[in-house]
């Protein structure tokens, strides 16, 4: 019964606390994404709910590309996804505007490469080698310019995987389906359903 309590407790400051950092927060909004990381796992990703997202988004990468060698992950927040990426890719590398965010997915993946920017803004050198796969996973809402970064992903990488929460998919769905070969199909836990989408530019 405390457990519960104390699990409910939680639950309302955390969204108490979102409600206040991202109020007023817009497309690109970096200072304000930062500020809700004042807090620890402030989009629940332990929860159940993500949980399943990010089993069946490695499902998806599996079956779709079979297990690859370098990863880069946008908006990878404190690592939570990128444990579950490490189980189909030999290499990550993660990138999130939060410097928060980022201290605490070293911590987690110590293993992985992160830093705090952003996709046009990378620190490493590749000489000239593409990744071989891209994610952006419930990342592209918080962008001004979405059809950008696609277009970026699709430089630096040869393949490509974008996850989106059904109801953004009338937003962002035409920048999508601009994309040659594009693959697409649904998934759902419970109620919730997310559109996954990729694509191969090898």
Not at 28 to 55: C, G, I, K, T
Not at 68 to 89: M, N, P, W
Not at 175 to 202: N, Q
Request: aromatic share 10%.
């Amino acid at each position: 019964m405390l457990n519960k309590a104390a699990a409910f407790t939680k639950k309302v400051q955390r969204r108490l606390w979102m409600k206040y950092a991202l109020r007023g927060a817009g497309n690109d909004n970096h200072a304000r994404l930062d500020l809700a990381y004042r807090v620890e796992d402030p989009w629940n990703m332990e929860s159940e709910l993500e949980q399943a997202r990010f089993e069946a988004t490695n499902q998806i990468i599996v079956q779709a590309f079979g297990r690859v060698g370098s990863l880069l992950e946008l908006g990878c927040g404190e690592g939570h996804q990128t444990q579950y990426l490490a189980r189909v890719s030999q290499a990550q590398y993660g990138v999130d505007i939060s410097p928060q965010a980022i201290e605490r997915a070293r911590l987690r993946m110590p293993q992985a490469h992160f830093a705090a920017t952003d996709i046009f803004n990378l620190p490493w050198n590749r000489d000239d080698e593409r990744f071989d796969l891209v994610t952006a996973c419930e990342m592209l809402y918080y962008l001004r310019d979405p059809a950008a970064t696609i277009a970026r992903m699709r430089a630096i990488g040869r393949s490509g995987l974008v996850t989106l929460f059904a109801p953004a998919c009338g937003v962002l769905g035409p920048h999508l389906d601009a994309i040659p070969g594009l693959h697409k199909d649904w998934f759902h836990h419970g109620r919730t359903a997310w559109l996954a989408a990729w694509w191969r530019d090898a």
